[in-house]
């Protein structure tokens, strides 16, 4: 998304995004150990000292550090490339979708969250499909 941004910032109308959702399999092809230098966060993510302490309190706080730090970059290019009524879609699993949605809040503004989806795979009943989406 880096290289995207020379041309394409504040140009795109609609971003989707599938992350991996860090469910604790193996199937994260994703390094897990991102370790980048104060310097190195400000210098990609244009973050001054306070929004670096915040991204920094958000990587500690629990075993997800990994999945936050995989993200945090991804969702600031990503807002670099929206126009300023440009639309971000996101897939995820109960596993990160608290954590989703306080990055993007961090990210995009509390005030710019629209609606939060669910689906379910489960097998529905005939009544249950009355009422609901299955």
Known sequence: ??????????????IYIDPPYNTGNNDFTYPDNFEYSDEQLQNMLGLDDDALAR????????????WLTFMYPRLSLAKK???????????ID???AANLKEISDEIFGENNFFSSNCMGKSICTNKFKEKFFC
Request: glycine residues 4%.
């Open 1 to 14: 998304m880096r290289q995207l941004q020379a041309a394409y910032s504040d140009s795109i109308d609609v």
């Open 55 to 66: 991204l920094k309190s958000i990587q500690g706080k629990s075993s997800h550090s990994a």
């Open 81 to 91: 490339l929206l126009k300023n009524n440009g639309v971000i879609f996101i897939s």
């Open 94 to 96: 109960d596993n990160e």
